[in-house]
């Protein structure tokens, strides 16, 4: 299994571009989360799903979207990029909700 | 915002040292875990404790969950450079809105 999978590995942006970070499971796991990661600051949730169709917002949700529409994959939707925004971004799955696999993260900076 | 503090946040030992790191809150949680991350890769749950007083152990690594449920700490015995990374704390949030809070983090390095 490959388990938790996310691209780019590395991004750079300009101010007020737009990407999607690509996110897909192969575990069928309900569960899905995006955290970002600041140095010094621990990891913050932005938004999670319980399942396919359903998302919420998390702690930092702000100039971020997501959709579910399939049980494998989560992608991350930035539509105007902020410098405030470069941090290391990761995603992460669950059967239960406890016990997160986490994918090996996007390195993104907005210039 | 639930804030979990560890300290300290850099720890640079030898090889062969005790170390212990710590993880506090005000807040109550209904379980807490504990993460390995080593550069360029995400966490690796190590343990999750959940009753207040538990303690866990994952050969040289002790973990112990409070009386209240509000801190818990991680204790590594004779540590090793493989020990080396960023360890992440993480609390359960105790209303069930499937949230972990995390740490601040500490930065472990140990020297050969």
Known sequence: NAGVTQTPKFRILKIGQSMTLQCTQDMNHNYMYWYRQDPGMGLKLIYYSVGAGITDKGEVPNGYNVSRSTTEDFPLRLELAAPSQTSVYFCASSYVEEKLFFGSGTQLSVL | ?112
């Open chain 2, 1 to 112: 915002t639930q804030l979990l503090e560890q300290s300290p946040q850099f720890l640079s030992i030898q090889e062969g040292e005790n170390l212990t790191v710590y993880c506090n809150s005000s807040s109550v949680f209904s379980s807490l875990q504990w993460y390995r991350q080593e550069p360029g890769e995400g966490p690796v749950l190590l343990v999750t404790v959940v009753t207040g007083g538990e303690v866990k152990k994952l050969k040289r690594l002790t973990f112990q969950f409070g009386d209240a449920r509000k801190d818990s700490s991680l204790h590594i015995t004779a540590a090793q450079p493989g020990d080396t990374g960023l360890y992440l704390c993480a609390g359960v949030d105790q209303t069930g809105a499937n949230n972990l809070f995390f740490g601040t983090g500490t930065r472990l390095t140990v020297i050969p």
